[in-house]
């Protein structure tokens, strides 16, 4: 039986976020999660249009912001997500749930946009993301 479409990026987004994070601190591993974020948003701005995917990302940003207030210090600029306000240092656990489930959301919702053609170069992106990369995306 095949994995629901939806499930399909979150089993992703947990299977590189256990691979990659799971020796780092937690503050480090909110890095991680907003250098994946950062790295799809850019990915996907090289296929689609960059105002399409900053329309999605507000909406879904709004969305995960309801769920996870923690993470109403992100902000959506013009062109990009910006953390640079995101207290990396407080609520450790409630951030990394937020940002994890940010990123499956985005990977979701482009995935579907594109009626799936994006999966396999969005899910290659995230598997590149490592917190060996010199500082953050």
């Known amino acids: ?7 399909i990026h979150y ?20 890095q991680l999660l907003v250098k994946a974020i950062l790295a799809i948003e850019q990915r996907a701005s090289l296929t689609l249009s960059h105002i399409t995917v900053v329309v999605l990302l507000d909406r879904i940003l709004h ?15 013009k062109h990009n997500l910006d953390f640079s306000k995101l207290d990396k240092q407080q609520n450790h656990q409630e951030t990394i ?14 995935g ?5 053609i994006l ?3 969005l899910h290659n992106e995230l598997k590149k993301v490592s917190s060996n990369d010199s ?3």
Not at 70 to 77: A, S
Not at 97 to 110: D, M, P, S
């Open 112 to 116: 579907r946009l594109t009626a799936n």
């Open 63 to 77: 969305q995960v912001q309801q769920k996870f207030p923690v993470l109403e210090e992100v902000i959506l600029q």
């Open 97 to 110: 749930f937020g940002l994890t489930f940010f990123l499956a959301e985005i990977l979701r919702v482009i």
């Open 11 to 30: 089993e992703e987004v947990e299977k590189w976020f256990e691979k990659t994070g799971k020796n780092l601190s937690h503050t480090e591993q909110v």
């Open 1 to 7: 039986m095949s994995v629901p479409d939806s499930d």
């Open 135 to 137: 500082g953050e995306s």
């Open 119 to 121: 999966n396999k170069s």
